[in-house]
């Protein structure tokens, strides 16, 4: 039940930080260095739910 909630709360977040990249990159003068690290996140946290393969 921990490893399901732990695995939501991870989900969660990845699509908020997806959400941030995506209006970031809409944006008329994006930051660059923002979004490199708004891709960082979220690869890492797609990294981290690799591990709940079983929930």
């Known amino acids: 039940m921990l490893r399901k909630a732990l ?3 991870i989900r ?3 699509r908020e930080v997806e959400g941030e990249l995506e209006r ?3 944006q008329p003068r994006p ?4 979004i490199v690290g708004l891709r960082q996140e979220a ?3 797609r990294r ?5 393969q079983d929930v």
């Open 7 to 9: 695995f939501n709360i």
């Open 12 to 14: 969660q977040e990845q």
């Open 24 to 26: 970031e990159e809409q």
């Open 31 to 34: 930051d660059a260095r923002r």
């Open 43 to 45: 690869t890492s946290l």
């Open 48 to 52: 981290e739910l690799e591990h709940f």
